[in-house]
């Protein structure tokens, strides 16, 4: 049985983690009703993703080859 850390800390069984599909770094919410505590893990949203909206905009209308050769170009100037 999980105990409660001094930080407030519960390790979630593995078996929920397994049953909930809960990963390393997801969110989890907790929501209480009538005295009783549900888990839930956070589900992905549209807000998640906003802070990356025009995130490879400076690649647009280029062809994946150049895209490539630039990637090629940065990597052999870190090993000079």
């Known amino acids: 049985m999980p105990k409660v850390t001094q930080k407030g800390q519960v390790t979630i069984p ?35 993703l906003k802070g990356y909206i025009g995130y490879l905009s400076h690649l647009k209308g280029k062809e994946p080859e150049d895209i490539i050769d630039e990637l090629r170009d940065t990597a052999d100037d870190f090993g000079r």
């Not at 929501?31 to 956070?42: M, N, S, W």
């Open 14 to 48: 593995q078996q929920i983690r397994i049953m909930l599909d809960i990963k390393t770094g997801d969110q989890v919410n907790f929501e209480v009703d009538a005295g009783t505590v549900y888990l839930r893990k956070k589900q992905a949203s549209v807000e998640n």
